[in-house]
């Protein structure tokens, strides 16, 4: 069964920094490409960031490119979402997602970030 | 990398079928047939119900369907089933290894 766990939310001040994480078990993750997606209380889901199955290639959601950085070890089966800089409209749950040819397949339950004084 | 285009709601009675629009550009829907439907139940995660415009992951009822036509998708619910009730969600690939969301659409079964 494919589970995706993510952790590390919280809360931050304007500013500041945080690394979300995913833990996948399941399947072969270091055969998927991984997204993350967030979802602003009350609002829709909104893409984020991606990364190939390597690590060697990313790509980013225009309101997050020299902010936030996507990385993956794939020893430990982990997806992490490095974000630095958080704006108070960064507030939102981040899911994690796996992707198959081009579709978020799978979803973990998410993690919630609120970026607040 | 502009939302794509839903009804912000749609309503039908049990048994009856509802259509969800999703519209986008010749840059996202209308260049590629990665088109994906999810259901969101909330405070849970979104499912997967629809995948490269119509097909169904195993799993998903028949009663879900996708097509596409020019820079517009859709989602058909038939025979619905007051289990339908709640929020539906399109994707499209955008190119360049993006991907962008419509803004959700609220399913009420009445």
């Known amino acids: 069964e494919v589970q995706l766990v993510e952790s590390g939310g919280g809360l931050v001040q304007p500013g500041g920094s945080l690394r979300l994480s995913c833990a996948a078990s399941?399947?072969?993750?270091?055969?998927?490409?991984m997204h993350w997606v967030r979802q602003a209380p009350g609002k829709g889901l909104v893409w984020v960031s991606r990364i190939n199955s390597d690590g060697s290639s990313t790509s980013y959601a225009d309101f997050v490119k020299g902010r936030f950085t996507i990385s993956r070890d794939n020893a430990k089966n982990t997806l992490y979402l490095q974000m630095n800089s958080l704006r108070a409209e960064d507030t939102a749950v981040y899911y994690c997602?796996?992707?198959?040819?081009?579709?978020?397949?799978?979803w973990g339950q998410g993690t919630l970030v609120t970026v607040s004084s | 990398q502009s939302a794509l285009t839903q009804p912000r709601s749609v309503s039908g009675s049990p048994g009856q079928s509802v259509t969800i629009s999703c519209t986008g550009t010749?840059?996202?829907?209308?260049?590629?047939?990665?088109v994906s439907w999810y259901q969101q139940h909330p405070g849970k995660a979104p499912k997967l119900m629809i995948y490269?415009?119509?097909k169904r992951p195993s799993g998903v009822p028949d009663r879900f369907s996708g097509s596409k036509s020019g820079n517009t998708a859709s989602l058909t619910i038939s025979g619905l089933q007051a289990e339908d009730e709640t929020d539906y969600y399109c994707c499209s690939y955008a190119g360049s290894y993006t991907w962008v969301f419509g803004g959700g659409t609220k399913l009420t079964v009445l």
């Open positions: 399941g399947f072969t993750f270091s055969d998927y490409w």
């Open positions: 997602a796996r992707d198959r040819f081009y579709t978020q397949d799978y």
């Open positions: 010749s840059s996202d829907v209308g260049d590629y047939n990665y």
């Open positions: 490269d415009v119509s």
